[in-house]
C-alpha cells in the first residue's frame, strides 16, 4: 500500500500584512489554502476558520435557543440522575414538546459522578433496572438489585441521548433565581415559569454595584429536582415555602432504604398547580427518610414526574405557555 499524501502547510505570507503597505489596501491578497488533512507525521492541517465565525457560530445558536425556549413546555431545573432521567422519558414519549433543561452547574450530572462514599459503582435496585436496558446501561446482576461498574457510565450514557434529542435544549451554568407565580384563567394561582441567571451572575449579585436583571420562561409545568438542601440545592421546595405558597419544608429524615426509595418514587407529585418535585429535593420538602447510595428511586422518580407533566399537558388548553383551561 502506498503511504498516504502529504499536503504542504499553509503556506507563510510573503511579507507580514502590517509592514506592508499594498497589503493595508481594501482587499487583502488571497491566500493559499491548503485541504484539511489527517497526517499524524508532523503535518496534520485544519481547514481554515476566522476568530469571528467560532464566535458567531456559537452566539447564533445560543440567543436562537434563548428565543425559542422563553416559551417552552416544560423546564426541568436540575441535571442530576433524577432530572436527567425525567428529561429522557419525557423527550422520548413527547417528541413534540419543547423540554428546557437549567443546570446551575457548568457540568451536569448533580451527584451522580460516583456511587456512595465517593466509590465508582453505581447501585440500582429492580424493577428500575429496566429502565438502564432501555438507556442502554450495561449493568451487572446480582439478583435483586444491579450493579453499573461507573456511575459515570450511568451519567455520560443518559446526557448523551438526552441531548441528541432535538426536542431538549440544555443552558447550563445557568441558574433558576425565581418562579413566575400568576393567576390562571379561573383565578388559581400556579406556577407559570421560571426566572433564569447565569449561575455566576446569580453568585455575585451582592459583589456587584448594579443589579443583574435575570431572565424568564414561561412554561405550563415546572419540574425540579434540585436536590438536597445546600447554597443551591432544594431550591423550588424552598422557595414555595418562603413565598407562603406551601406550609412548610419537612426536611430530610434518617436513612432508610427500605421507606425511602417507595417514598420518593410514589410522592413525586404537582406539588403546588403548574410545579412537579422529585428526585432528593423532594425529601426535602416531605420531610422523606433518605436512602444512601442506591439510586434506584432517583431514576424512577424522573420518570413518574414525566409522566406526571405529560398527563398535565395533555389534559390542558395552553397557549403561548400559559394554561387558558
Ligand atoms: C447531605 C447529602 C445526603 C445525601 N443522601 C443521599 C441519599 O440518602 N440517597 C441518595 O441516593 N443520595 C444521597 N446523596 C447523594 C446525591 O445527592 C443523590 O444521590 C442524587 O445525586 C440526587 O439526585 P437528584 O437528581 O435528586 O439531585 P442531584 O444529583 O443533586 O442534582 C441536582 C442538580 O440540580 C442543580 N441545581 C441545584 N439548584 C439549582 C438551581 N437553582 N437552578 C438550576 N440547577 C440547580 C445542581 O447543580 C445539580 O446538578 C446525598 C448527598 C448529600 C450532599
Given at each position: 500500500m502506498s503511504p498516504p499524501q502529504v499536503i504542504d502547510a499553509i503556506p507563510k505570507a510573503t511579507a507580514e500584512p502590517w509592514t506592508n503597505k499594498e497589503n493595508q489596501a481594501s482587499t487583502p491578497a488571497p491566500q493559499a489554502v491548503a485541504e484539511p488533512k489527517i497526517d499524524f507525521n508532523g503535518n496534520y492541517t485544519f481547514a481554515?476558520?476566522?476568530?469571528?465565525?467560532?464566535?458567531?457560530?456559537?452566539?447564533?445558536?445560543?440567543?436562537?435557543?434563548?428565543?425559542?425556549?422563553?416559551?417552552?413546555?416544560?423546564?426541568?431545573?436540575?441535571?442530576?440522575?433524577?432530572?436527567?432521567?425525567?428529561?429522557?422519558r419525557l423527550a422520548t414519549e413527547c417528541p413534540h414538546l419543547k423540554i428546557t433543561i437549567i443546570e446551575a452547574s457548568v457540568a451536569p450530572g448533580g451527584g451522580c459522578w460516583l456511587g456512595g462514599q465517593l466509590l465508582s459503582a453505581m447501585i440500582v435496585r429492580k424493577p428500575t433496572d429496566q429502565f438502564l436496558t432501555e438507556v442502554g446501561v450495561p449493568f451487572e446482576d446480582e439478583g435483586?438489585?444491579?450493579?453499573?461498574?461507573?456511575?459515570?457510565?450511568?451519567?455520560?450514557?443518559?446526557?448523551?441521548?438526552?441531548?441528541?434529542?432535538?426536542?431538549?435544549?440544555?443552558?447550563?451554568?445557568?441558574?433558576?433565581?425565581?418562579?413566575?407565580?400568576?393567576?390562571?384563567?379561573?383565578?388559581?394561582?400556579?406556577?407559570?415559569?421560571?426566572?433564569?441567571?447565569?449561575?455566576?451572575?446569580?453568585?455575585?449579585?451582592?459583589?456587584?454595584?448594579?443589579?443583574?436583571?435575570p431572565n424568564t420562561i414561561t412554561a405550563p409545568v415546572?419540574?425540579?429536582?434540585?436536590g438536597h438542601d445546600?447554597?443551591?440545592?432544594?431550591?423550588?421546595?424552598k422557595r414555595i415555602v418562603k413565598s407562603g405558597l406551601v406550609e412548610?419544608?419537612?426536611?430530610?429524615?434518617?436513612?432508610?432504604?427500605?421507606?425511602?426509595?417507595?417514598?420518593?418514587?410514589?410522592?413525586?407529585?404537582?406539588?403546588?398547580?403548574?410545579?412537579?418535585?422529585?428526585?432528593?429535593?423532594?425529601?426535602?420538602?416531605?420531610?422523606?427518610?433518605?436512602?444512601?447510595?442506591?439510586?434506584?428511586?432517583?431514576?424512577?422518580?424522573?420518570?413518574?414526574?414525566?409522566w406526571t407533566a405529560i398527563d398535565i399537558i395533555n389534559n390542558s388548553k395552553i397557549v403561548d405557555g400559559e394554561i387558558v383551561a
Amino acid at each position: 500500500m502506498s503511504p498516504p499524501q502529504v499536503i504542504d502547510a499553509i503556506p507563510k505570507a510573503t511579507a507580514e500584512p502590517w509592514t506592508n503597505k499594498e497589503n493595508q489596501a481594501s482587499t487583502p491578497a488571497p491566500q493559499a489554502v491548503a485541504e484539511p488533512k489527517i497526517d499524524f507525521n508532523g503535518n496534520y492541517t485544519f481547514a481554515p476558520i476566522k476568530e469571528w465565525e467560532v464566535s458567531r457560530a456559537m452566539s447564533k445558536r445560543y440567543f436562537k435557543d434563548m428565543y425559542e425556549r422563553a416559551v417552552s413546555d416544560v423546564v426541568i431545573v436540575g441535571a442530576g440522575s433524577a432530572g436527567l432521567s425525567c428529561a429522557y422519558r419525557l423527550a422520548t414519549e413527547c417528541p413534540h414538546l419543547k423540554i428546557t433543561i437549567i443546570e446551575a452547574s457548568v457540568a451536569p450530572g448533580g451527584g451522580c459522578w460516583l456511587g456512595g462514599q465517593l466509590l465508582s459503582a453505581m447501585i440500582v435496585r429492580k424493577p428500575t433496572d429496566q429502565f438502564l436496558t432501555e438507556v442502554g446501561v450495561p449493568f451487572e446482576d446480582e439478583g435483586n438489585y444491579v450493579v453499573v461498574k461507573h456511575a459515570a457510565l450511568f451519567t455520560s450514557t443518559i446526557l448523551s441521548k438526552v441531548l441528541s434529542l432535538d426536542n431538549v435544549k440544555m443552558f447550563n451554568a445557568t441558574a433558576v433565581e425565581d418562579l413566575i407565580v400568576k393567576q390562571d384563567s379561573t383565578g388559581k394561582q400556579r406556577i407559570a415559569g421560571v426566572v433564569t441567571n447565569w449561575t455566576l451572575v446569580s453568585l455575585n449579585h451582592d459583589t456587584q454595584s448594579c443589579s443583574m436583571d435575570p431572565n424568564t420562561i414561561t412554561a405550563p409545568v415546572i419540574i425540579s429536582f434540585t436536590g438536597h438542601d445546600g447554597p443551591m440545592g432544594a431550591f423550588c421546595a424552598k422557595r414555595i415555602v418562603k413565598s407562603g405558597l406551601v406550609e412548610q419544608l419537612g426536611d430530610m429524615r434518617c436513612l432508610d432504604m427500605g421507606r425511602a426509595e417507595p417514598a420518593i418514587v410514589n410522592r413525586t407529585r404537582e406539588v403546588y398547580p403548574g410545579l412537579i418535585v422529585g428526585g432528593m429535593e423532594l425529601s426535602e420538602l416531605d420531610g422523606a427518610n433518605r436512602m444512601g447510595p442506591c439510586f434506584s428511586a432517583m431514576l424512577a422518580s424522573g420518570e413518574k414526574a414525566a409522566w406526571t407533566a405529560i398527563d398535565i399537558i395533555n389534559n390542558s388548553k395552553i397557549v403561548d405557555g400559559e394554561i387558558v383551561a
